[in-house]
């Protein structure tokens, strides 16, 4: 069938033609640089946050507002979070390897003796299709299926890292940025609350200042338990955030590249067995 042979001659010609002009190797190479870094930033934060955490659990914040003696114990609102930002950092941590992994297997599939050998594979089916025997359908078929062999190894990672970065751009981009900027917003909270935790005596008129800051206004400055609760709050936020980085991290760098893999080679099974059958 002249159709037949002519869109497996142009799949054998288009697939030499891209590995040699590395164009598909060039966009997965900055799709996952890019990734990289991202998921490197967030994974930095993470570890940031559990340290501030840590150092915050063991802060009491010793006031007298109107004369009154308060404390303020951080350790009981934090520890709710901390075990999860603990998880958020291995998380991060295996998806940031993960990326690094489609990375190093990108360099590999896109060296040069893969390309050359899928080079030979095309040539080798452009030869098996277009001699002219009588005889020839093994011949044909053994070849067509060691060039599909050779499209899936050449090609299988360039794609599934530029799929799972188009995914993550259109679907998932605005979610990570929301999310992990107000990660850093309560990095920065707390950091400050253990700064000023952590000053050496100061005089009465500083210390109302001081709560005058932290809850926004005087009248608040005479209820710490004010200060408490926004904390909290901002502690409950965080937990949803994270679990939100959990999801977009383990479907960006674990079950989308699983997803695409198992598709690509559905799809080249699915054409290898219309080949067997020829």
Known sequence: MPIRKLLWSLVAIASTA????SIADDIGRNHSDRAFQNALVTFAI???LNGVISVAQG???ALEPGGVGVVLTLGQVLDPVNDLVERFS???LVATSSIGLQSILLRITSWWGLTLALAIASCFSLLALWWPRAEKTRVTSIA???LL???FLRFAVPVLVIGTTLIFDHFLAEDQVAATTALEATRVQLEEINEQANTPEIEDESILDWMSTMIDDSLDSMNPNEQLERLR???????EHIIDLIVIFVLQTILLPIGFLWMVIRLLKSIGERVARL
């Open 18 to 21: 891209i590995a040699y002009s």
């Open 46 to 48: 993470a570890r940031t």
């Open 59 to 61: 802060t009491e914040l």
């Open 90 to 92: 291995a998380v991060m």
């Open 144 to 146: 067509l299926n060691t």
């Open 149 to 151: 062999v050779m499209v």
């Open 233 to 239: 709050a901002r502690v409950s936020d965080s937990a």
